[in-house]
């Protein structure tokens, strides 16, 4: 069976990425040929759709990084990462909409995981994309797709409640997505976790790669990642940590450290799995410290215009029991303790629930 994959392709983001992935290899165990779809936008209109991309990035990453040559070489990592493992298929459309172009039959038509339905970052095109609107109803399924956001603006109600309504089958990412599914349709929708964590922790070593930091350095080191801001007082208490237990500190997103800021997805799971102790605000940071049995504390996103990013993560999170792991409920001298037996139980609760969904919407059973 022919499964076309939609999501977001984003050469600067490493969820993104790992998701995409993760649900590629989820229906390559289902017996399924997938492949993920991506639309190019036609050379002539190269230069808007670069700007569009710039924009979306900035919300992640300041402009002035991404303008410099580094972040070039990140992007170029993620690209290589994309062509080495994952399936593609990429349609040429001068409004970067799949409804211009003409497709592959496929026998159905999967949305997700990621943010696909955030409308921070939907337009027109990339709305008609995320929503299937190009598919037949039947063929349309979602995945443990996000909206991102606790509550979609009024604007973006309507064509949401209409769209939604056609779908085969909807799962989402987290609790506050099932609610706005619930209260723009009426239908009870299922919460299954990231597809990320369909995958065990020697499935993803597979395609990890020695980080090169990591093969110049042999110390021991906190790794921070923290897609929004840091304020000084939390840049201090992390930094308390590391005194205190001999500890060097990585941020992931410090331009200054050009091979830790330049690492691809493949060695971001290297950094993650090596790590004494991860400190962020990022889903997937998140998922991967679990499935590498990592010490991590989870802290609060503040970043303007990116509504409830939290919500996920507390779903994540209490789905799995670890609620403990959040910043400012945890005893400083439980930090380093990683005992996940509970959690892991209640992971393979999760993964069979999503196996089950899956079959049931592709008319497996």
């Not at 990035?57 to 040559?69: A, D, G, H």
């Not at 109803?137 to 009024?154: D, H, Q, T, W």
């Not at 987290?174 to 929708?189: C, N, Q, S």
Request: charged share 30%; with cysteine; aromatic share 12%.
């Amino acid at each position: 069976m022919k499964t076309a994959i939609i999501t977001i392709t984003d050469f600067s983001n490493i969820g993104n990425r790992l998701q995409n992935y993760a649900v590629q290899q989820v229906l390559l165990q289902m017996n399924q040929e997938p492949k993920s779809l991506r639309v190019r936008i036609d050379m002539n209109v190269h230069k808007r759709f670069k700007q569009q991309i710039r924009r979306i990035c900035s919300i992640i990453l300041p402009k002035t990084l991404y303008r410099k040559k580094p972040a070039s070489v990140r992007f170029t990592l993620f690209e290589q990462f994309t062509r080495k493992y994952i399936l593609e298929k990429i349609y040429v459309d001068k409004n970067n909409s799949f409804c211009d172009v003409k497709m592959d039959k496929f026998d159905y038509y999967i949305v997700g995981s990621d943010q696909v339905w955030n409308p921070n970052y939907l337009e027109t095109n990339l709305f008609n994309n995320y929503l299937l609107t190009f598919a037949t109803p039947e063929k349309r399924i979602s995945y443990a797709a996000s909206f991102g956001v606790s509550e979609l603006p009024e604007e973006w109600k309507k064509c949401f409640a209409e769209e939604l309504s056609k779908f085969k089958a909807i799962s989402v990412r987290e609790d506050a997505g099932a609610k706005i599914i619930k209260e723009l349709t009426g239908r009870d929708v299922e919460v299954l976790i990231d597809p990320t964590m369909m995958l065990n922790a020697d499935t993803w070593r597979q395609i990890s790669k020695k980080a090169r930091v990591r093969k110049r350095e042999k110390k021991s080191y906190i790794l921070k990642y923290f897609l929004g801001d840091q304020s000084e007082e939390r840049k201090k208490y992390i930094q308390s940590i590391a005194d205190k237990n001999g500890l060097e500190v990585y941020d992931l997103l410090d331009i200054r450290y050009r091979e830790i800021y330049t690492a691809g997805p493949d060695e971001f799971l290297d950094l993650i799995d090596h790590a004494a102790l991860i400190c962020t605000d990022s889903f997937h940071a998140t998922t991967f410290s679990i499935l590498f049995a990592k010490p991590f504390l989870v802290m609060n996103r503040e970043q303007e215009g990116m509504g409830n990013m939290g919500s996920r993560i507390i779903t994540l999170l209490s789905k799995l029991h670890l609620e403990r792991r959040i910043s400012g409920k945890i005893e400083e001298n439980q930090i380093f303790e990683c005992d996940y037996h509970e959690a892991y139980q209640a992971l393979e609760k999760e993964r069979e629930k999503a196996y089950t969904f899956l079959k049931k919407a592709m008319s497996l059973e």
